[in-house]
């Protein structure tokens, strides 16, 4: 598994100026989806993720405190949707919000196809305890 | 102007399907920003702009019936930062909400770049009132 794009240097950027909260949303690699395709599925997993959190009490802090230190997000790419949903069950063990985003697949994949999940925002430590090994790899 | 990635196609789906509110990102091409990099900037103007909504009386409304009608989300390129700020100024006159993204630039930009706007969450007629010709370029 690799970043996709420039991820390195956002984690390099994340080293000399640490920021508290973030959210990671994970993408299949696998599904060969073109840019702009990517992007909307990467925003509706970082919107849904968000509007989910806004719902409980303690991710609507969570969100303010984000936003406020520059709602940084990082987009990893998995290998299929076994290793995006292995992930998915470590946010979920850990207790950080997650959204799962499917396809209507009236474009590019077919219907039903899950594409993305955000995990977070959530305080880095606790993500990076679910989604760490992806930077490493 | 040409469209990212399969925006064509989410164009289709729409006319099969009518949704009646969505939200458009603006992405400048002159950036040439890669894949995962750009995901990033249309995930942060997606989300600054439901905030920003989520702060007024009208914009709360809005976000609740987009995101109940599927949050539909279509990513446009723009030539470059003047084009861009053309179709701020156009929803700003027309009372769109609007978020403008600047890049921190210590990664694949120069400090301060602009690199994408989010145009809505708002109804489907009204933002194409303003970025319609994008569409059909």
């Given at each position: 598994?690799?970043a996709?794009?420039?991820?390195?240097?956002?984690i390099?950027?994340?080293?000399?100026?640490?920021?508290?909260?973030?959210?990671?949303?994970?993408?299949?690699?696998?599904?060969r989806?073109?840019?702009?395709?990517l992007?909307?599925?990467?925003?509706h997993?970082?919107?849904?993720?968000v509007l989910?959190?806004l719902?409980?009490?303690?991710?609507?802090?969570q969100?303010r405190?984000?936003?406020?230190?520059?709602?940084?997000?990082?987009?990893l790419?998995?290998?299929?949707?076994?290793?995006l949903?292995?992930?998915?069950?470590?946010?979920?063990?850990?207790g950080?919000?997650?959204?799962?985003?499917?396809?209507?697949?009236?474009?590019?994949?077919?219907?039903?196809?899950?594409?993305?999940?955000?995990?977070?925002?959530?305080?880095e430590?606790?993500?990076?305890?679910?989604?760490?090994?992806?930077?490493?790899?």
């Amino acid at each position: 598994v690799f970043a996709v794009g420039d991820v390195q240097s956002v984690i390099l950027m994340n080293e000399t100026e640490p920021s508290e909260y973030k959210q990671v949303i994970l993408v299949r690699i696998d599904l060969r989806l073109p840019p702009g395709k990517l992007a909307v599925q990467v925003a509706h997993a970082s919107v849904d993720a968000v509007l989910k959190a806004l719902k409980s009490g303690q991710g609507k802090e969570q969100v303010r405190a984000w936003h406020a230190s520059g709602s940084k997000k990082v987009v990893l790419r998995v290998a299929d949707k076994a290793e995006l949903f292995k992930y998915k069950t470590g946010a979920d063990s850990a207790g950080i919000i997650t959204a799962l985003i499917t396809d209507a697949g009236r474009t590019t994949v077919p219907p039903g196809t899950v594409t993305a999940l955000a995990i977070g925002p959530d305080s880095e430590e606790k993500i990076d305890e679910v989604t760490g090994e992806l930077r490493m790899r």
